[in-house]
């Protein structure tokens, strides 16, 4: 696994796609949170970062898959993930290889975002005037959310050779799960049906953790889930073994 890892992480950092993502990323989030007049912190006049934690999920649900997209599908168009498929390699150590420098990068892309903490921290009146548990929690379910997507969009690259088919597929199944279930569980309206749409919606788990107590039941979910998708790109390459 750990040589997966190593090759994964250097491919990315020895082309342009890290950095990319990495200033597309921090630009956009930096306007949302500290330039445009409806979202930013400076007018809002309380020290809170809700607008950075309720925005920033949208950004990566377009942003992960354009990660995910190529690190199987470009293997699979190239040839090389059938050699690498015939090296003595489990299959499991290839998949969490790949799920784990994925997950890595995108980490890597949110450090920065703590200065946004330190300096609402001292900005606040007084200073010190924000609730922290809040932040870290938001912060803790914003890293399973990302591992989520991730598993997702390493599965959407996993079905076919087309990276671009892979990011669109990516890019709806993540949608889907963060606003889709919780739209069709207001649609409607009351019921267990209802409630079960309500609860295996991401949006519902990710606000969940924002609270300031983390739930056990909300990381067991969101790594089940997690878990769930790694497991079919488990089963996909299973099958392109034989």
């Given at each position: 696994m750990l040589a997966i890892f190593q090759k994964e992480i250097g491919s990315f950092f020895n082309s342009l796609i890290a950095y990319i993502v990495m200033a597309v990323f921090l630009t956009a989030i930096g306007l949302i949170v500290w330039v445009f007049p409806d979202s930013n912190i400076l007018d809002y006049g309380f020290a809170d970062m809700q607008s950075f934690f309720s925005l920033t999920p949208y950004v990566l649900i377009f942003l992960i898959p354009a990660i995910?997209?190529?690190?199987?599908?470009?293997?699979?168009?190239?040839?090389?993930?059938?050699?690498?498929?015939?090296?003595?390699?489990?299959?499991?150590d290839l998949i969490l290889g790949k799920f784990f420098a994925n997950w890595?990068?995108?980490v890597i892309t949110i450090l920065p975002t703590l200065l946004y903490y330190f300096?609402?921290?001292?900005?606040?009146?007084?200073?010190?005037?924000?609730?922290?548990?809040?932040?870290?929690?938001?912060?803790?379910?914003?890293?399973?959310?990302?591992g989520v997507?991730?598993?997702?969009?390493?599965?959407?690259s996993s079905l076919n050779e087309?990276?671009?088919?892979?990011?669109?597929l990516a890019v709806f199944l993540g949608f889907f799960w963060y606003i889709g279930f919780s739209s069709l569980s207001q649609l409607l309206g009351s019921g267990a049906i209802a409630d079960v749409f309500?609860?295996?919606?991401?949006?519902?788990?990710?606000?969940?953790?924002?609270?300031?107590?983390?739930?056990?039941?909300?990381?067991?979910?969101?790594?089940s889930l997690?878990?769930?998708?790694?497991?079919?790109?488990?089963?996909?390459v299973e099958t392109l073994r034989k």
């Open positions: 995910t997209m190529r690190s199987l599908a470009e293997e699979s168009k190239n040839g090389t993930l059938e050699l690498l498929l015939t090296k003595p390699i489990r299959n499991r890595v990068l995108v300096s609402v921290y001292k900005l606040g009146n007084p200073e010190g005037n924000i609730d922290s548990a809040a932040v870290f929690g938001s912060y803790m379910g914003l890293l399973l959310f990302c997507l991730v598993s997702m969009g390493l599965w959407c087309n990276q671009i088919v892979a990011f669109v309500s609860w295996i919606s991401l949006d519902t788990q990710y606000s969940a953790l924002g609270k300031g107590l983390i739930d056990s039941r909300n990381v067991v979910f969101m790594v997690l878990s769930f998708f790694l497991y079919l790109i488990y089963w996909r």
